[in-house]
């Protein structure tokens, strides 16, 4: 028995010696450089590529079976250029001998090093990979087809008991992507993965770095990846914990430079194909010119579960915080790859506008009033997919204003929008700046011009609604304007092939405003025209709006109907023709009494003082009728049938207004009546048939008012004297004239 012990150990020494030998000699007598042929063109035999094998081949048997590949390149694709497809610097493998023995797999540290990958497609749409990835599929007749596996060939397979990677490395990588069609070119440059041990069922460390580049819109980038994966083959479990990336990426597609931080724990369950991303978070600080501050931050967190079988998923707890603005949010999918249907609800907390913008730098705008926009919010129900989005149960508030309603869009690529609006009331007043109280009302001529000029020059861009595509109406129970009130406003749009028409109806002070406005642009013409009839208004409430006080009364009509064509607000002006009419019963102007003015002068000329007091008191001129009409034509608007009458006036009027110019030149014509009633008609029966002249001239921004009253009156004063003395000489005459008759008499008798 000590004998054969000793025997037995004879062999195993013997053999280790051998193995020894074996790991020494072979790599010393056997040169895998001298294969290279044979590798290359058994490579070009599979891929129809050119591998090249620049670099030694070194390999090793003990106490590793190691495999050291140096520079390897291979061809590109017919079509691509000479430039290689792949290189690589150098590639390590090793695996150690002994315990294969006892099924297990030991692999020391895999390095793949100086990777350089170019991808492209060309003008054609064809990818330089397209050939490597296609393979040939032969279908077997029935009696080629192999025989099952039998319960003794599975058996009879090697089984692992143990597999473990030291680790896996690639440094210094480089992946390219350019594509012909568009230009684009995409590159990922110094690529380093690293690994820690790998081994069945355990988990392992990862870390990643790499900046890439994006030609067009230009987008750079830097990404740094640290994760632990764990992996249960058998039940096909896996995570993806403790993640964090952080993404450093700036450029003119991006508009800023941002740094952004993501975490998650990523969860796969590949048996029932879910996977779930709990406590997931993103922080994101960004620098950019957009906001004066220069800054801002975002953070977003959530939930989030998709279900590949079912193609579903789901996004709940959703958070996202900017300043002082939150959102919150869920949302679930359908069809998730096939044909995804999306169904979202956001929720935005009410805030404080003001301290946001104060918050991001940006200039608070001066409002008339300062309590405005400290109350914004609102929340919406969007239901989205492939071809269309609509956002309905739209809820939004500002103040003490509410919009509600809804909106859709169709086709993204030529997109057809609907709407339906309704606000319950607005008062836009409070959000306008404050009027300014020390501005100069008056302005040079030459400023004037240069104003004039200035308008007329200002382009008209109406392109757009050559592809506009959209229907809709929005609703106003009450909207304050200017101080002007107005109720049940309803403002519609129907647009399409760049002609759109704005219906509009609107109540103001007992008053109704119908009518429409029509733009036009094709063919790079554009065509403006307006069509609106105004019955019924008020015009002293309306008065007192607009001026404070009540300047004009009356109850009246106005319509107008003008169209015009032009790229600029002078070719606009230009091209301006129509008509417009007006008329106003039963009214007033207050603060004005020309009656009165004409008995003060009268009074003045006459040096009566008791008719001077009694002219002082009425402050209207009282009118039972006022109408006109004007006609445009290219852009000058002529009047010459202006008409009014009051109890002791009658009112004529004619002239021009250029609204390219800004000029006008309009004369009213005043005359007197003779009448017992209203404004001291009485007064005013020496001056029956007077007639005044008021002279309207100069530019809209200095106009030029001449009445001049005095002399008119002083004329009449003239004539009058000058027709009694004419009387009293003629009197005198006849008086003259009888007493010689009467002296020829008695010289006859």
């Not at 998650?264 to 994101?284: H, K, P, R, W, Y």
């Not at 993204?412 to 339906?420: K, L, Q």
Request: hydrophobic share 40%; aromatic share 4%.
């Amino acid at each position: 028995m000590k004998g054969l012990f000793k025997w037995l150990i004879g062999i195993a020494v013997s053999l280790l010696v051998l193995v020894v030998a074996a790991a020494v000699i072979v790599p010393m007598v056997v040169d895998p450089n001298d294969y290279k042929p044979q590798i290359e063109q058994a490579a070009k035999d599979q891929t129809g590529r050119d591998l090249r094998i620049t670099g030694d081949i070194g390999i090793s048997v003990f106490p590793w079976l190691a495999l050291d590949l140096g520079a390897t390149e291979l061809g590109n694709a017919q079509g691509f250029g000479d430039q290689p497809m792949a290189e690589l610097a150098e590639t390590r493998v090793s695996i150690k001998l002994m315990p294969l023995l006892s099924k297990k797999i030991e692999i020391g540290d895999v390095l793949v090093s100086g990777l350089r990958l170019r991808l492209a497609t060309n003008a054609q749409g064809v990818n330089n990979w397209d050939d490597l990835t296609q393979t040939e599929t032969t279908e077997l007749a029935p009696q080629d087809t192999a025989p099952a596996e039998t319960a003794e060939n599975t058996e009879s397979g090697f089984e692992i008991n143990e597999l473990k990677i030291d680790g896996l490395r690639v440094a210094d990588a480089q992946v390219s992507y350019l594509d012909q069609q568009t230009g684009q070119q995409v590159a990922l440059n110094k690529l380093e993965l690293g690994t820690g041990s790998l081994a069945l069922g355990k988990p392992v460390k990862l870390s990643m770095q790499a900046e890439g580049t994006v030609s067009e819109p230009e987008i750079r980038a830097k990404a740094d990846l640290k994760a632990t994966i764990a992996a249960d083959m058998g039940s096909k479990q896996y995570t993806l914990s403790d993640m964090v990336l952080q993404l450093d990426a700036g450029g003119e597609g991006i508009g800023a430079d941002i740094v952004a931080l993501i975490k998650a724990n990523v969860n796969a369950d590949m048996n029932a194909e879910i996977i779930s991303a709990e406590g997931l978070s993103l922080t994101l600080d960004a620098k950019t010119d957009a906001v004066p501050k220069g800054e801002v931050g975002v953070s977003l967190t959530g939930e989030a579960q998709a279900n590949l079988k079912d193609q579903t998923a789901k996004i709940s707890e959703l958070l996202l915080k900017v300043a002082n603005i939150e959102v919150k949010g869920q949302a679930s999918a359908t069809q998730i790859m096939d044909n995804p249907n999306l169904t979202g609800r956001l929720d935005l907390k009410e805030f404080n506008l003001r301290e946001t913008l104060d918050s991001l730098g940006i200039e608070v705008p001066e409002t008339a009033d300062p309590e405005v926009l400290k109350n914004v919010g609102g929340k919406i129900l969007l239901v989205a997919n492939k071809n269309s989005a609509k956002v309905s149960e739209l809820q939004f508030r500002l103040d003490d204003s509410t919009l509600n309603g809804s909106a859709s869009v169709k086709y993204f690529s030529a997109p057809e929008m609907a709407f339906d609006l309704a606000i319950d009331k607005l008062d836009a007043d409070r959000y306008l700046a404050p009027t300014s109280e020390t501005a100069d009302d008056k302005s040079s001529a030459k400023e004037s011009t240069a104003s004039t000029e200035d308008t007329n020059n200002t382009p008209v861009d109406l392109s757009f609604l050559e592809t506009l595509n959209a229907s809709g109406k929005a609703k106003l129970g009450w909207l304050k304007v200017s101080n002007v009130e107005m109720t049940d406003a309803t403002v519609g749009l129907q647009a399409k092939s760049g002609k759109a028409t704005i219906p509009m109806a609107v109540s103001l002070y007992e008053g109704k405003l119908d009518g429409k406005f029509v733009l036009t642009a094709q063919n790079g013409k554009q065509n403006v025209v307006v069509q609106q009839k105004l019955t019924g208004l008020e015009v002293e409430p309306l008065t007192v709006a607009l001026m404070g006080e009540p300047k004009v009364a009356g109850k009246g009509d106005v319509s107008i109907d003008v169209q015009t064509s032009g790229n600029t607000v002078g070719a606009l002006r230009q091209q301006l023709n129509g008509n417009l009419n007006f008329a106003l019963e039963n009214g007033a102007v207050h603060g004005f009494n020309l009656a009165q003015m004409i008995r003060k002068a009268k009074a003045q000329l006459s040096g009566d003082v008791a008719a001077l007091q009694a002219a002082a008191e009425t402050q209207q001129t009282d009118f039972s009728k006022l109408t006109g009409s004007a006609t445009i034509v290219n852009g000058v608007l002529s009047s010459d049938d202006l008409s009014g009458s009051s109890p002791a006036l009658r009112l004529g009027g004619e002239g021009k207004v250029d609204l390219y110019k800004e000029t006008l030149n309009y004369i009213a014509q005043v005359s007197i009546v003779e009448t017992s009633k209203g404004q001291g008609g009485d007064d005013l029966s020496e001056l029956n048939g007077l007639t005044i002249p008021v002279q309207v001239r100069n530019t809209w921004a200095d106009p030029k008012v001449k009445i001049p009253l005095d002399d008119v009156i002083k004329e009449r004063a003239k004539q009058k004297f000058n027709e009694k003395k004419d009387a009293e000489v003629e009197r005198a005459r006849e008086k003259v004239k009888e007493k010689f008759n009467e002296k020829l008499q008695g010289l006859f008798k």
